[in-house]
T-cell receptor
Framework: NAGVTQTPKFQVLKTGQSMTLQCAQDMNHEYMSWYRQDPGMGLRLIHYSVGAGITDQGEVPNGYNVSRSTTEDFPLRLLSAAPSQTSVYFCASSYSRQMNYGYTFGSGTRLTVV | GNSVTQMEGPVTLSEEAFLTINCTYT??????LFWYVQYPGEGLQLLLK?????DKGSNKGFEATYRKETTSFHLEKGSVQVSDSAVYFCALSPYGSSNTGKLIFGQGTTLQVKP
């Protein structure tokens, strides 16, 4: 039972480069989301999806794109990396948007943009 | 709007001391409330939750009671261990039509327990 799998665990990018952070879950969860974690700011929601083919913006969506072509996968794309996107990124999933079951989190991707 | 405020950290305690981490929230209606724990180098794990007023969530010796009258969900443990050293996040899930599955997190409180 793998849960939520994120790759890569670490990444260094140069300003202006693009990349995709991968997220996959094997629990048939309907709801998936991406958060970024910055010191002293808790976790902030970037984008979320309530099911395959449906995505929406969270609190801090600028500079990021997402798609949800399957229930299992929810990749996060950085279009043109900026130093302000240096952060730890977490993917999370839940059985439903009702949140009664809470979230299952991946182990995170630590991204540094230089 | 919806928000969560946690006490400032870091909190440093000796082993077997009593722990309280304060959490207050602002929300309409009756949100669900959660505590998550993040151990070094890992993702967040659900510690406990409460979905209605006066509910008490508990797990691994930790407890928190949903207090609607004081809009609080303080985390407590009677006797902490070194292995409890981690970052603790309070979070809420908005109620009803505004519930799109988002969780709103506090800024996190770092707990360090010394032997």
């Amino acid at each position: 039972n793998a849960g939520v799998t994120q790759t890569p665990k670490f990444q260094v990018l140069k300003t202006g480069q693009s990349m995709t952070l991968q997220c996959a879950q094997d629990m048939n969860h309907e709801y998936m989301s991406w958060y970024r974690q910055d010191p002293g700011m808790g976790l902030r929601l970037i984008h979320y999806s309530v099911g395959a083919g449906i995505t929406d913006q969270g609190e801090v969506p600028n500079g990021y794109n997402v798609s949800r072509s399957t229930t299992e996968d929810f990749p996060l794309r950085l279009l043109s990396a900026a130093p302000s996107q240096t952060s730890v990124y977490f993917c999370a999933s839940s059985y439903s948007r009702q949140m009664n079951y809470g979230y299952t989190f991946g182990s995170g991707t630590r991204l540094t943009v230089v | 709007g919806n928000s969560v405020t946690q006490m400032e950290g870091p909190v440093t305690l000796s082993e077997e001391a009593f722990l309280t981490i304060n959490c207050t929230y602002t929300a309409t209606g009756y949100p669900s409330l959660f505590w998550y724990v993040q151990y070094p180098g890992e993702g967040l794990q659900l510690l406990l939750k409460a979905t209605k007023a006066d509910d008490k969530g508990s797990n691994k010796g930790f407890e928190a009671t949903y207090r609607k009258e004081t809009t609080s969900f303080h985390l407590e443990k009677g006797s902490v261990q070194v292995s409890d050293s981690a970052v603790y996040f309070c979070a809420l899930s908005p109620y009803g039509s505004s519930n799109t599955g988002k969780l709103i997190f506090g800024q996190g409180t770092t707990l360090q327990v010394k032997p």
